[in-house]
């Protein structure tokens, strides 16, 4: 059965661009695999620990040898991971905060990646970057976008190679009133089912990024 895992990580609830992003890819991906199964993970739900000196001793002591209490320092990061690895695609909702991810991305990430993996090989996954400042080739920062290169960097460490990005810069706009919601995400949106008119995988992956907003 095909699975997706959807990550939501804004904490702007039912006004945040990534949000409403990511269920539109998750709705189209359902459409295209109706037997399919879509793991949704709010990390705004859940209280992510920051890892620390407890977590890392667990970490690194053999399984077999783990206590108890270290079991349990561990029971979050074996949960993302699981989920990881039993999904065959993923859709990742990136609020970009002060020019990096959200505080609960990256803890998340924090608590999945270590020496030891996971290994995401044949796994694809769409990154939906929602940023209030522009970041097209027009707007003078394409290269302060740096959450794209540490996303491609980080995952493909992990072993994918196979990464689209969709970018809705620019939300600023919506919050000073200057264009709707709904104007706004039309783009980004046709961006996204532009994703499923492809006939097959993009080699090496690809961007998408619209002239376009967004916000978290």
């Known amino acids: 059965m095909p699975t997706l895992l959807q990550i939501d990580s804004s904490p702007m609830g039912s006004a945040s661009v990534s949000r409403q992003l990511t269920r539109e890819f ?17 990390l705004m739900a859940i209280a992510i620990p920051v890892v620390d000196s407890r977590w890392v001793r667990a970490q690194y ?22 989920e990881l690895l039993d999904a065959d695609e993923y859709v990742i909702g990136v609020p970009v905060h002060n020019w990096g991810p959200s505080a609960s991305l990256k ?17 694809r ?10 970041y097209g080739p027009a707007s003078g920062n394409e290269s302060a976008l740096y959450v794209k290169p540490w996303l491609r960097t980080l995952f493909g460490r992990l072993g994918m190679d196979d990464m689209r990005f969709v970018v809705a810069d620019g ?4 919050i000073k009133g200057k264009k709707s919601m709904e104007t706004f995400l039309a783009p980004h949106i046709a961006a996204i089912q532009a994703l499923f008119a492809e006939p097959s995988r993009a080699e090496g992956g690809f961007d998408m990024a619209i002239a376009g907003r967004d916000h978290s």
């Open 125 to 134: 996954a769409t990154f939906i970057i929602a940023a209030g400042r522009f």
């Open 171 to 174: 939300s600023a706009e919506v």
């Open 107 to 123: 803890l998340w990430v924090d608590h999945f990646v270590t020496p030891f993996g996971p290994k995401l090989e044949n796994k």
């Open 61 to 82: 002591t053999p399984k077999e040898s783990r206590t108890p209490q270290q079991n349990d320092a561990l029971r979050l990061s074996a949960e993302f991971t699981r």
């Open 26 to 42: 998750a709705a189209r991906w359902r459409s295209v695999h109706p037997e399919g199964r879509v793991i949704s993970r709010d």
